[in-house]
């Protein structure tokens, strides 16, 4: 038997994979794909096994859905009868945008303790923004335990799951708009002659440094902002062209825009 088993092994569930490797013991992980040469390449990277959709939803306590919205239904299909056939304790852990607890649990052809999450690509790096939201039939141990298991993931947020598609839209969506701002900035202080690389160094650790001074004071961004544009100076400058050129609302909408796509895919 093995604590963790990942179906599907792209950007996110490898991402998610090899955090929770740090956690348990890589031997303690199966990892398996659609096309078995990435499964077994990533397991002989951490320290895992590799296996077939089968093994892990036959051997696996929690069972990570790394699929596609798309492909789950016809994922799940063939893993019914092995997921009926259980008599220990498992736990199925999805991750794909618009689908309902309540769907992942049809498809798998049972109520089984089902919990959903919605993480963001730094979870690679620790750094990531997860929320989740459970089942009834998730035990409050059971709860205290996947905390721990996704511990070196990042931040891990629970939230009703009616709230989760804008919460996604937010943090999970968000990693490509912060590269846009970050990649804007860089391209503008190369415009006025700083070279590439330390201009996207600075933009970087400016970011890093604004948000963590949001974080850690508790201070409303509006205040944070207020505080470094001083009268007639050249920070309230830069903020106008801001405010000029639409940067509030288009922010807005991309998590708008954002949000709707994923009720889309309800449908």
Known sequence: MYTAGFIGCGNMGSAIAAAVSKVIEPSQILLANKTASKAEALAAQLGCHAG?????????TYIFLGVKPHMMADMIAPLQPILQKRTDAFILVTMAAGL?????????G??????????????????????????????????QDFQNLMSACGRLD?????????????SGCGPAY???????????????????????????????????????????????????????????????????????????????AAYDKTKQLKK
Do not use: W
């Open 178 to 256: 912060v590269y846009l701002f970050i990649e804007a900035l860089a391209d503008g202080a190369v415009e006025c002659g700083l070279p590439r690389q330390k201009a996207l160094d600075y933009a970087c650790q400016t970011l890093i440094g604004s948000a963590s001074l949001v974080l850690e004071t508790g201070k409303h961004p509006g205040e944070l902002k207020d505080a470094v544009c001083s009268p007639g100076g050249t920070t309230i400058a830069g903020v106008h062209a801001l405010e000029k050129g639409g940067l509030r609302n288009a922010a807005m909408d991309a998590v708008k």
């Open 100 to 108: 309902s607890i309540a769907d992942v649990q049809s498809f798998a």
């Open 158 to 170: 629970f939230l009703p799951e009616n709230l989760i598609d804008a919460a996604s839209a937010l």
């Open 110 to 143: 049972g109520a089984y303790p089902t919990i959903r999450i919605m993480p963001n690509t730094p979870v690679s790096i620790g750094k990531g923004m997860i929320q989740a939201c459970a089942s009834p039939e998730v035990e409050e141990k059971i709860l």
């Open 52 to 60: 077939t959709n089968a093994d892990a939803a036959r051997n696996c």
